[in-house]
């Protein structure tokens, strides 16, 4: 995935944060309202089903915060885009990913070290 933004305004732009948010409402075995279920190793988040053994992935390149809002059930892993002059474009880019098993942390271990290179 990529977000990129376009400053079309005459100033320049900075300090963007960008909440990116997967919805994990409408996936079956994902609907927990908790963070309980839920692992963050930025630049990903992680959640896991109800049976422990399926993952969601979601992470972002400059990613200013992994988190999760436990009345929701959804993942953050937000960017921070880099300064935009007036004019100029930036982007960053993200992953989503499907992981099944119980070592999640090898997983998000395993991720660190391709996702971004």
């Not at 963070?35 to 630049?43: E, T, W």
Request: net charge positive; hydrophobic share 35%; proline share 5%.
């Amino acid at each position: 995935m990529t977000f990129t933004v376009t400053n079309g305004s005459t100033e320049k732009l900075t300090r963007l944060r960008v909440q990116m948010c997967v919805m994990l409402a409408g996936l079956y075995g994902f609907e927990k309202l908790t963070n309980d279920n839920k692992a963050f190793a930025s630049p990903f988040a992680a959640c896991k089903d109800a049976t422990s053994k399926r993952w969601v992935v979601t992470g972002w390149e400059r990613c200013g915060r992994a988190w999760g809002n436990p009345p929701c059930p959804c993942l953050h892993a937000d960017p921070v885009v880099e300064d935009c002059p007036s004019g100029q474009t930036r982007s960053v880019r993200g992953w989503l990913s499907f992981y099944e098993g119980t070592d999640i942390d090898a997983e998000l271990k395993r991720l660190k070290a391709i996702a971004f290179e």
